[in-house]
């Protein structure tokens, strides 16, 4: 049974980047699309992006422009490259299909973005 595992979150300054990784112990080769998902403090989660296996994506308005999704099928990871982060952007992010199973939510990677 696959299982997810996300990294790569932190402490940044609004304006700064960071690049989420989310490491699949399985092949996700057939796993399509796949997403990134993040939970503020009092609010609901979220989809973020999504990523199919044939490349294309899909970004919530509130990200576009600033967030890329990519996928490295070969290591069995997705990515989600942050750039020109806000305080907004603070929450705990995760991966997992779309839509999500139930199994797979991990513990998710804590991004928090200062003003």
């Known amino acids: 049974q696959v299982q997810l595992v996300e990294s790569g979150g932190g402490l940044v300054q609004a304006g700064g980047s960071l690049r989420l990784s989310c490491a699949a112990s399985g092949s996700i080769r057939s796993i399509s699309p796949m997403g990134w998902y993040r939970q503020a403090p009092g609010k609901q989660r979220e989809l973020v992006a999504w990523?199919?296996?044939?490349?294309?994506?899909y970004y919530a308005d509130s990200v576009k422009g600033r967030f890329t999704i990519s996928r490295d099928s070969a290591k069995s990871t997705v990515y989600l490259q942050m750039n020109s982060l806000k305080p907004d952007d603070t929450a705990v992010y995760y991966c997992n299909t779309v839509p999500g199973l139930l199994s797979l939510w991990g513990q998710g990677t804590q991004v928090t973005v200062s003003s």
């Open positions: 990523i199919r296996s044939g490349g294309s994506t």
